[in-house]
């Protein structure tokens, strides 16, 4: 099985910036797409950004220009800068990670605990 940890989250002023890390561990698997969610209180859970194998990266609209995922395959982590930081971002940050089990090339969907990011105004 693959595990996620995520770290990072906490509390900021509008205008602040964060940065948040997930790590997967596990055996013998291979991290193809990973990715950060959010969820707002009321809200339903929605894409924040997301990063293919080969780097190819996609945000979501309201965090353009201000977030910026990365990823290290060596490491099996991603990452996530925030800047420029709002209110409106405050929500549980999931870290989502689609693997391979390499010994029976079944493919799995990993979500993290969660980490909480709260912005203040």
């Known amino acids: 099985q693959v595990q996620l940890v995520e770290s990072g989250g906490g509390l900021v002023q509008a205008g602040g910036s964060l940065r948040l890390s997930c790590a997967a561990s596990?055996?013998?698997?291979?991290?193809?797409?990973m990715g950060w969610y959010r969820q707002a209180p009321g809200k339903q859970r929605e894409l924040v950004a997301g990063?293919?194998?080969?780097?190819?990266?996609d945000y979501g609209d309201s965090v353009k220009g201000r977030f910026t995922i990365s990823r290290d395959n060596a490491k099996n982590t991603v990452s996530l800068q925030m800047n420029s930081l709002k209110p409106e971002d405050t929500a549980v940050y999931y870290c989502?990670?689609?693997?391979?089990?390499?010994?029976?090339?079944?493919?799995?969907?990993?979500w993290g605990q969660g980490t909480l990011v709260t912005v203040s105004a």
């Open positions: 596990g055996s013998s698997f291979r991290i193809n797409d």
């Open positions: 990063i293919t194998r080969g780097g190819h990266t």
């Open positions: 989502n990670d689609k693997a391979m089990i390499m010994s029976t090339l079944r493919s799995l969907e990993v």
